[in-house]
């Protein structure tokens, strides 16, 4: 089992945040002489300085599980597949099953939408996303209110108890910000509500693109000395190594955000993580394993978190790995007891990787028994190869940590290093000052050096300067971080997500693949957003 504080509050932490962020339980006692026996409430919860790490647990938590088993945070009693709700499985979804890199084989109209690029503002797995974002903000929003200097004044929390809470509450406001990077990238101009809007008493004003945009970087610069310094943190918490990817990463995509390109600000974060101690793992393979928490942790700098035990979902990793096993594939090779049948790629991934004679890109994680590389029929698992990327094994071999084998170990590395070095290339490309392409061209070698397995002065699979191009890096991107809840914005940044130029099966909802509508690049709001505040405005063309 994983030694994680946070996750091993994790139970404690969604059953006792879970209520106090949405309203507190009653005491029932008439003894009106005595403090009831049992008052869970925001302000007894929080003039505990013990409990501020358990709230921040649920914070972290929120962006893996759904809630208590059975008893999701929201979507509850609307019948809905609780893992499908889920926040990583939910962005997951946007992000790769409607691009060149997966399709969903389950006959349901919302993900067959998806995998056609053909949704509209009634599609319930946008909406599944957009909510669990919001409540994602809405957690922090209160976490954040009730940590403040004042509230900690009040409560007589002082000394290093306060000095924690403040570093607990920088954390929360680096969850925020990553929350509302994902609503900036897929839904654009949305809600804005702040620790500072008083909780029910107005309709959240939505905001601009822009402006959320300057709001998350003032966010991420406001926070860094607040955090703990890069790489330094345990596992799995943010620190200034987070703050500074996230903000490598908005401004990497700056010029769809705002209309104004920021590779210069983008190179200049990557080269603060760059500066640190950070370093590739020695195997690309270990990222994705049940002890990636060991084995890769120098290059992860920041993971959604999960374990077989502690933290029980059908969505996270849980998901991406049972889902991509089906047809002559076999659980047990995967750490797990089934398969569900659902996820595999198309085409274009594996085309990706070229066939050299004596060469082998370890990245091409493909298979192919049984499996069709077309896609003929969407929702028959054979057609189109199945990834193997994903696993609940341990770099050993060893099986993830539940014994039944459903729940996994493996984390998800939201942001890491080889994607730093693949962001600073192309920031470099693209006119960025403050690096080299010189640099560039050792950061994209050292990334190929790791697939070929390159040791002792062997070149397998290197590129030269001349063959260093932007068209080069987004194949790059897809052979390096296919399935990692990338594509879509990568896509959309280069101008080919849209694009008739560039095409996958079904795109468009045809076979063979057609441009669509620029409308798409962003997602629409729920309509039922749009019905409860009416205040705010739906993405153009929906």
């Not at 008439?30 to 925001?42: G, S």
């Not at 109209?109 to 994602?136: A, K």
């Not at 089934?338 to 091409?364: E, K």
């Not at 190929?448 to 590129?463: F, H, K, L, Q, V």
């Amino acid at each position: 089992m994983k030694s994680h504080p946070l996750l091993r509050r994790a139970g404690l932490a969604v059953a006792v945040a879970a209520s106090l962020l949405t309203g507190g339980l009653a005491s029932c006692t008439k003894d009106l002489d005595r403090l009831p026996f049992y008052d869970l409430n925001t302000e007894s919860v929080y003039r505990d300085p013990a409990n501020h790490v358990r709230v921040l647990a649920k914070l972290y938590a929120g962006f893996n599980l759904s809630g208590d088993p059975g008893q999701p945070d929201v979507f509850a009693g609307q019948g809905k597949d609780e893992g499908e709700t889920s926040y990583l499985r939910a962005y997951w979804y946007l992000q790769e099953l409607v691009t060149d890199e997966a399709v969903v084989a389950w006959n349901s109209v919302p993900l067959q939408e998806l995998n056609r690029t053909t949704w509209s503002s009634s599609n319930d797995l946008i909406n599944n996303s957009y909510t669990r974002i919001f409540y994602e903000i809405t957690l922090c929003n209160e976490f954040i209110r009730e940590t403040s200097d004042d509230k900690l004044s009040t409560r007589g929390i002082t000394g290093t108890d306060a000095d924690n809470a403040r570093t607990y509450r920088a954390e929360a406001r680096f969850l925020r910000a990553l929350a509302y990077y994902h609503a900036l990238d897929l839904y654009g101009n949305v809600p804005f509500v702040t620790e500072a809007d008083e909780p029910g008493k107005t309709l959240p004003k939505q905001t601009t693109r822009a402006a959320l945009f300057g709001y998350i970087e003032s966010e991420l610069k406001g926070i860094e000395a607040a955090l703990r310094p890069a790489h330094s943190a345990p596992y799995g918490r943010a620190d200034q190594g987070a703050a500074w990817a996230l903000l490598a990463k908005l401004y990497l995509n700056a010029e769809v955000y705002t209309g104004t390109a920021r590779y210069t600000d983008c190179i200049t974060y990557c080269n603060k993580i760059t500066a640190t101690n950070y370093a590739l793992a020695p195997e690309y393979r270990l990222l994705f394993l049940a002890d990636n928490n060991v084995t890769a942790a120098s290059e992860i700098i920041f993971p959604i978190t999960s374990d077989g035990r502690a933290t029980q979902s059908y969505g996270g990793t849980t998901y991406l790995i049972h889902a991509a096993i089906g047809g002559r594939m076999l659980g047990s090779g995967f750490g797990v007891n089934s398969g569900w049948a659902g996820n595999r790629t198309r085409r274009n991934l594996p085309l990706l990787f070229p066939t050299v004679p004596g060469q082998f890109d370890t990245r091409a994680m493909f298979f192919t028994n049984g499996q069709n590389l077309e896609i003929a029929d969407l929702t028959l698992f054979t057609d189109g190869y199945g990834v193997t990327k994903w696993r609940n094994k341990t770099s050993t071999g060893a099986d993830g940590s539940d014994p039944g084998g459903t729940f996994v170990d493996t984390d998800f590395p939201l942001l890491r290093l080889g994607d730093v070095y693949l962001m600073y290339a192309e920031a470099v490309l693209r006119g960025g000052t403050g690096g080299s392409q010189t640099q560039a061209l050792t950061y994209v070698n050292a990334l190929r050096d790791r697939a070929y397995g390159n040791t002792g002065g062997t070149t397998a699979g290197r590129i030269t300067a001349a063959e260093l191009t932007t068209d080069f890096l987004l194949e790059e991107r897809g052979r390096e971080l296919y399935w990692e809840a990338t594509r879509r914005t990568d896509l959309v940044r280069f101008g080919k997500f849209t694009s008739g130029s560039y095409l996958w099966p079904w795109k468009g909802g045809v076979a063979n693949g057609q441009g669509i509508d620029a409308k798409f690049n962003l997602f629409p709001l729920p309509s039922a957003d749009l019905v409860a505040n009416p205040t705010l405005a739906q993405n153009p063309g929906y």
